[in-house]
């Protein structure tokens, strides 16, 4: 079965840059699957970050897009998230998935929470 | 963007009863190749979401059989037949025709 783990630091200053992995264990991520970041602040409900197709489009949450960037590294069959300039309204659970043909999440990470603070 | 609404926010239910869950969407959730992009997942105390169901009505891989979806357009509906201990959790709705969406989740509880 798929697995997935999320890692990065656990805290960022604000106005830096969140930066998070995901490793993609028991599955190639080239084939053929979308992968995708998602976040939850605490006690609250789910957000879509964005998803990023084997080929390396992208496409991102129109809130959150002129501020994050995924890619993919076949090489090493991870995935990555970046959002710059953040505040503390991004403070949250960072949830990374792998998304089905219906661009749905089916698997995901157990999820890493990301706080940002001065 | 296409809001999804669910209720009720909070349901408390007796373990071997049924339990029901509405979402609504604000526009028709059917695509153009016929099916309906419309999900289910069910996130457990401390725990990350898990998917119940796909394109309103069928099962993910492991899922019980006491889960069912249905629905059609814009009004859909997660059943419980019995409800059980290890139900408890909040339910959320997705949909993915125009990016992705979630409700805001029910709160399920016994």
């Known amino acids: 079965q798929v697995q997935l783990q999320e890692s990065g630091p656990g805290l960022v200053r604000p106005s830096g840059t969140l930066s998070l992995n995901c490793a993609v264990s028991?599955?190639?991520?080239?084939?053929?699957?979308?992968w995708g970041w998602l976040r939850q602040p605490p006690g609250k409900g789910l957000e879509w970050i964005g998803t990023i197709y084997p080929s390396g489009n992208t496409f991102y949450n129109p809130s959150l897009s002129s501020r994050v960037t995924i890619s993919l590294d076949t090489s090493t069959n991870h995935f990555s998230l970046r959002l710059t300039s953040v505040t503390a309204a991004d403070t949250a659970i960072y949830f990374c998935a792998r998304q089905g043909s219906g661009v749905h999440p089916d698997y995901w990470g157990h999820g890493t929470l990301v706080t940002v603070t001065s | 963007d296409i809001v999804m609404t669910q209720s009720p926010l909070s349901l408390s239910v007796t373990p071997g009863q049924p339990a029901s869950i509405s979402c609504k969407s604000s526009q028709s959730l059917l695509q153009r190749d016929g099916k309906t992009a419309l999900y289910w997942y069910l996130q457990k105390p401390g725990q990350s979401p898990q998917l119940l169901m796909v394109?309103?009505?069928n099962r993910f891989s492991g899922v019980s059989d006491r889960f069912s979806g249905s629905g059609s357009g814009t009004d859909f509906t997660l059943q419980i037949s019995r409800v059980e201990a290890e139900d408890v959790g909040v339910y959320y709705c997705?949909?993915?025709?125009?990016?992705?969406?979630f409700g805001p989740g029910t709160k399920v509880e016994i």
């Open positions: 028991n599955f190639s991520i080239s084939s053929g699957y979308f």
């Open positions: 997705m949909q993915s025709k125009e990016l992705l969406t």
């Open positions: 394109e309103v009505s």
